[in-house]
T-cell receptor, first 108, second 114 residues
Framework: GIQVEQSPPDLILQEGANSTLRCNFS?????LQWFHQNPWGQLINLFY???GTKQNGRLSATTVATERYSLLYISSSQTTDSGVYFC??????????FGTGTRLQVTL | EAQVTQNPRYLITVTGKKLTVTCSQNMNHEYMSWYRQDPGLGLRQIYY???????DKGDVPEGYKVSRKEKRNFPLILESPSPNQTSLYFC?????????????FGPGTRLTVL
């Protein structure tokens, strides 16, 4: 099956800093999503981005499907951005395959 | 509001006592699935359903049952729960198969089996 690797595994930022999270995948994909898992465990949809670039407020994402990676940019980070960020992909299977996540802590 | 709901959100039970976790979506989605999340193992698919009365096993189906009698509901049944089923469970749905459709997740059910 498809392998999904995320980096870095852990990230500590001061409030106001910018960051880039990376997701590499081992095969062609038809679907790629970014999620934020908040400290209460809820999975929040951030982006559905099989290719191209999207922006939503302070967050943006870019997927380069031909090179098998996606990037999530967080600008002007806030403490509420803390949590775990997951990339998940689907090739032709009937499921999402999740990466191992990037744990982000934003401090004051 | 378009959403996927799960109940209960938290449950502590004992080994062997049958339980059902409900999942409902109000988006007229055809596809629904269940995942469990465990430390170090990530999120793994338990079962999925492509439409009413159509279900299939995911990666970790042992110890679970599902049914899809109505399009909006997809309950997860643990006939005889065991401590290794202690986990965080998520229901998800989409218009069609995941390879071409955005998946929407419920808020999660935290289950502890003593």
């Amino acid at each position: 099956g498809i392998q999904v690797e995320q980096s870095p595994p852990d990230l500590i930022l001061q409030e106001g800093a910018n960051s880039t999270l990376r997701c590499n995948f081992s095969d062609s994909v038809n679907n790629l999503q970014w999620f934020h898992q908040n400290p209460w465990g809820q999975l929040i949809n951030l982006f559905y981005i099989p290719s191209g670039t999207k922006q939503n407020g302070r967050l943006s994402a870019t997927t380069v499907a031909t090179e098998r990676y996606s990037l999530l940019y967080i600008s002007s980070s806030q403490t509420t951005d803390s949590g775990v960020y997951f990339c998940a992909v689907t090739g032709t299977a009937s499921k999402l395959t999740f990466g191992t996540g990037t744990r982000l802590q934003v401090t004051l | 509001e378009a959403q996927v709901t799960q109940n209960p959100r938290y449950l502590i039970t004992v080994t062997g006592k049958k339980l059902t976790v409900t999942c409902s979506q109000n988006m007229n989605h055809e596809y629904m699935s269940w995942y469990r999340q465990d430390p170090g193992l990530g999120l793994r698919q338990i079962y999925y359903s492509m439409n009413v009365e159509v279900t299939d096993k995911g990666d970790v189906p042992e110890g679970y049952k599902v049914s899809r009698k109505e399009k909006r509901n997809f309950p997860l049944i643990l006939e005889s729960p065991s401590p290794n089923q202690t986990s965080l469970y998520f229901c998800a749905s989409s218009f069609g198969l995941p390879y071409s459709n955005e998946q929407f997740f419920g808020p999660g059910t935290r289950l502890t089996v003593l």
